[in-house]
């Protein structure tokens, strides 16, 4: 058994409060909004180019001690040593021992993305044989098929893919779009994407669903056309990579961004707009797929 021990600090102690706790014997750590479920929660959202978000104004420290750990002196150690005058008020929670491997795979069922498609965790039969069926489990990379997101992307897939196609999964994460893309008949899929942990995760995730992905890192060299190609990112570095992905669609190619909340479509396309049109495709619990296409060749008359 072990016990949950849960701190209210503000957002300029909870930081000094987590690493004190820590030196004082916790097991781990974890910083929550105070407010999560009142009207003053403040949902936070990073991504690259953009400055840290602070903590929360009114923040929850959860540490997780061992049952038989002395958190009188624990908790007047760690907040002496974090600049408090005593130890902030906290409540207790007994967390009982389980089977954390069975309780991690309970929460992670199939996903069904269409009638043809579902994303199935391997300790799990495929809920239909007949579909394709795309065996892959949590792990560090981005790309479950549970976020909104890659939801959008792998339908749109679903659609846009035809065999032979080539395709560009920018920002590959786990590998799923590409993948799937794969799996619906595309003839060649790269992946790519600035994480080595991510394209460890995408090379194993291919081997074990038997398709075939190259793969590369965003710093290497980047020239050929594609069929389609997808990107699944967020929207800062959606725009700053406009030039180059638009460049990377074939005459007669096709398109789709996600990682775009609802609110953010309109700066998406603007920064495309230079160089192909895009529109909003789908939307799905706050987030959007942009869909676009380069248009074909014609021949001088």
């Not at 420290?61 to 008020?89: N, S, Y």
């Not at 897939?157 to 794969?182: E, H, K, N, P, R």
């Not at 707009?273 to 869909?291: N, Q, S």
Request: hydrophobic fraction near 45%; charged fraction near 20%.
């Amino acid at each position: 058994m072990w016990i949950a021990v849960t701190l209210q600090a503000e957002a300029h102690k909870a930081e000094a409060l987590s690493e004190a706790l820590m030196d004082a014997g916790a097991l781990s750590i974890s910083i929550e909004d105070a407010d999560a479920g009142t009207d003053a929660e403040k949902p936070q959202f990073g991504e690259p180019g953009h400055h840290p978000v602070g903590l929360w104004d009114h923040s929850r420290v959860i540490a997780l001690f061992d049952a038989d750990a002395d958190l009188t002196v624990a908790l007047a150690r760690a907040a002496a040593d974090a600049g408090f005058d005593a130890v902030p008020p906290f409540t207790l929670e007994e967390i009982a021992e389980q089977n954390w491997v069975q309780l991690t795979q309970s929460q992670f069922e199939p996903i069904r993305v269409t009638d043809r498609m579902w994303i199935v965790p391997s300790w799990h039969a495929a809920p239909d044989p007949a579909a394709i069926n795309i065996e892959l489990d949590p792990g560090m990379a981005f790309g479950t098929g549970s976020h909104p997101t890659t939801r959008l992307c792998l339908e749109w897939l679903c659609d846009a893919v035809q065999a032979g196609d080539t395709v560009l999964d920018y920002g590959c994460g786990s590998g799923i779009l590409g993948i799937a893309a794969a799996r619906l008949g595309a003839n060649e899929v790269l992946g790519v994407d600035i994480d080595d942990k991510a394209l460890d995760a995408a090379r194993d995730n291919a081997a074990r669903n038997h398709v075939a992905l190259r793969l590369q890192h965003s710093r290497q060299p980047l020239d050929a056309r594609f069929d389609v190609v997808v990107a699944n990112i967020l929207t800062n570095p959606l725009c700053v990579l406009a030039p180059l992905l638009a460049a990377r669609v074939a005459p007669g190619g096709r398109i789709a961004l996600s990682g775009v909340l609802e609110t953010q479509t309109e700066q998406v396309i603007a920064a495309y707009a230079p160089f192909l049109p895009l529109r909003v495709g789908a939307t799905h619990e706050g987030w959007a797929r942009l869909e676009g296409g380069s248009p074909r060749q014609t021949g001088s008359q």
